[in-house]
């Protein structure tokens, strides 16, 4: 018989612990470290552009927790966005250009309806991808691409686990007007008035408690902000008799937010493992002027100048992302998409019929790169520039203006598809010279010629929204004489 010793039964218990564990696909770095995909919190502030964040250079507001996120990750300086709201949010979404998704411009759906809505059947759907990557996902604040009453489960479908949603201006319910005194908000129970509340207040506690509740799990929060988008309001916290002053409360309570949020992951052992996404969907209102490195800017909402489209964008992951840094790496809003997806370790695919223009910026974020995998990105859309007729709603534009920009040139195409204006954003970033109004130099008119070129990559025709009619409703906009005159 033979006789082992103490020492050798340790060594071999160890051994067959580690062999055990190895055959359910550990090792020890998986022992020692946990391996979960990130939480992702994709904070999107409505109607806000570089001109009033500190970090970016303005000089008329402080925002301490903005600039705070910005220190302890990524500030990027060349994200473009839509210049409205709708064209963006669709686009984020979906991962596709407005000229592909249809969404090109701004369509109220619980306004105007004409059974217009975001199909998820139609459309790749950003929060389903993530719950098949294994998140717990949901949202809070403004959507606007579905009516409620009429889909009641839209945000579901659409891959939500849970949500806290201002309706949006339903067409006959006057109190759905509310986002922030009183608001009218939207959940699985009940769409209700909450008097004497702050609907921005309500949006923030119903994330709290959602990571609260889903802690054990990876999470996907997007968070479309109503603050700072008009009506100017008093906040809480402070009051004020104009609508400057107003703005930069609901700025400040932005702020304010931001941080009560990080708090709260870090109070849940959460924050070094989350990835913190704060952008603005486009440029601030034109009903007010900022002051952005001693220039005055005015709100550039809705146009497609760099005030309109070249948004605040900060990223910040403390397990991955080095702090303080600063990227000019070119980045437009369909790249979200595969960037959150491409972080979540998803297995994702794009299908043959709803192929995605981004890509992913996790290299550009982990530090594995400098630059983007686009050489150029893209932004257009905007306005009322759309009607309901039989066919559905259509835009106005078979080819919508827009505007291509690579690391240093910007040009403007219009609506035949022609170069309209040639802008150097190195040496002009506030764009007050046309370069096609003077003599090129030879880098300049090889510059011009590669983005003209890009232009013939472009459909000849935009594309219409695309859905499944829903049933028509009282409330819809009429197809009449009058309602065939374009929106404006």
């Known amino acids: ?59 008329d507001i402080v925002t301490p927790n903005i600039d705070a996120l910005a220190k302890s990750g990524m500030r990027f300086n060349n994200v473009y966005s839509m210049p409205q709201c709708t064209p963006s949010r669709v686009t984020l979404l979906t991962g596709q250009y407005p000229f592909r998704h249809g969404w090109v411009n701004h369509w109220d759906v619980p306004r105007w309806g004409g ?3 975001f199909d998820e059947k139609k459309y790749p759907s950003l929060p389903l991808e993530m719950q098949k990557a294994g998140y717990k996902t949901c949202i809070a604040g ?27 201006y339903e067409t006959g319910v006057p109190a759905s007007a509310e986002r922030y005194q009183n608001p009218y908000i939207f959940t699985k129970k009940v769409s209700k008035a909450h008097p004497y509340r702050f609907g921005p207040d309500i949006f923030k506690d119903f994330i709290i408690r959602f990571m609260k509740e889903n802690k054990g799990s990876p999470m996907f929060i997007y968070y479309p902000m109503v603050l700072t988008h008009t009506p100017f309001v008093n906040t809480p916290d402070e009051e004020s008799g104009t609508d400057l002053g107003k703005h930069k409360a609901m700025l400040r309570y932005t702020d304010k937010i931001l941080g009560e949020l990080v708090q709260a992951l870090e109070k849940l052992n959460l924050r070094d493992n989350t990835l913190i996404v704060w952008t603005t969907d486009n440029g601030t209102t034109r009903k007010i002027t900022g002051t952005l490195k001693g ?54 695919r794009p299908q043959k019929d709803k192929p995605i223009d981004g890509r992913s910026i996790r290299d550009v974020l982990v530090g594995k790169s400098d630059k983007s995998r686009k050489d150029w990105i893209l932004s257009m859309g905007g306005g009322n520039n759309a009607r309901l007729t039989e066919n559905g709603v259509e835009n106005q534009f078979v080819f ?54 890009v232009i013939k990559s472009f459909p000849k025709q935009d594309a219409d929204p695309i859905y499944n009619v ?19």
Not at 472 to 478: A, H, L, M, N
């Open 1 to 59: 018989m033979r006789i082992f010793t103490k020492q050798p039964i340790k060594i071999s218990l160890f051994v067959i612990t580690v062999i055990f564990l190895m055959s359910f696909g550990f090792n020890k770095e998986d022992i020692s470290e946990d391996k979960r995909p990130p939480n992702i919190l994709f904070i999107l502030v409505d109607d806000l552009g570089k001109e009033w964040v500190s970090a970016y250079g303005a000089e």
């Open 470 to 488: 829903n049933p028509p409703q009282k409330w819809d906009v009429e197809i009449t004489a009058e309602s065939q005159v374009w929106k404006k």
């Open 295 to 348: 220039v005055k800017v005015k709100g550039g909402k809705a146009a497609t100048s760099e005030s309109g489209i070249c948004m605040p964008f900060i990223a910040s992951w403390p397990e991955k992302i080095q702090g303080n840094k600063v990227s000019d790496a070119l980045v437009d809003f369909t790249d979200i998409y595969p960037t959150f997806l491409d972080i979540a370790e998803s297995n994702y």
């Open 142 to 168: 403004k959507w606007q691409i579905d009516d409620f009453r009429v889909e009641p489960d839209a945000l579901e479908r659409a891959g939500f686990n849970d949500y806290c949603m201002w309706t949006g």
């Open 115 to 117: 059974g217009a809505h």
């Open 400 to 453: 919508r203006d827009r505007v291509i920009r690579n690391d240093r040139y910007k040009l403007y195409i219009n609506v035949k598809g022609e170069p309209e204006k040639f802008i150097d954003l190195i040496e002009d970033p506030f764009e007050k010279i046309d370069l096609l109004e003077v003599s090129l130099s030879p880098s300049q008119k090889n510059n011009f010629k590669k983005l003209k070129k």
